[in-house]
């Protein structure tokens, strides 16, 4: 059965860093593109970045344009998020996601890694 399972999360000052990771089993990782998504409290998802199936593509929301990066792994079946100057604005539950082209995927979510961004 599919699974992705994220990691990386954690509590992080205003200007910090965070690496998350996703791994993921049960399907064939290379010939699908990977997103992921937030969900901040009291709010409903938002599609954060993209990467397709061979990791040449990429596409970000404006909101995190320039700050956070994507990348995978083929080779590990592990997909990665750098987040760099982070925000209060970017606390959320991140999510790793099947598919996911500009918009929130409607295909398979892991459990999420939360990410809070405070001093």
């Known amino acids: 059965q599919v699974q992705l399972v994220e990691s990386g999360g954690g509590l992080v000052q205003p200007g910090g860093s965070l690496r998350l990771s996703c791994a993921a089993s049960g399907f064939t990782f290379s010939s699908y593109y990977m997103s992921w998504v937030r969900q901040a409290p009291g709010k409903g998802p938002e599609w954060v970045p993209a990467i397709n199936n061979g990791g040449g593509s990429t596409r970000y929301a404006d909101s995190v344009k320039g700050r956070f990066t994507i990348s995978r792994d083929n080779a590990k079946n592990t997909l990665y998020l750098q987040m760099n100057s982070l925000k209060p604005e970017d606390t959320a539950l991140y999510y790793c996601?099947?598919?996911?082209?500009?918009?929130?995927?409607?295909?398979?979510w892991g459990q999420g890694t939360q990410v809070t961004v405070s001093s």
């Open positions: 996601a099947r598919g996911g082209w500009g918009a929130v995927s409607e295909d398979y």
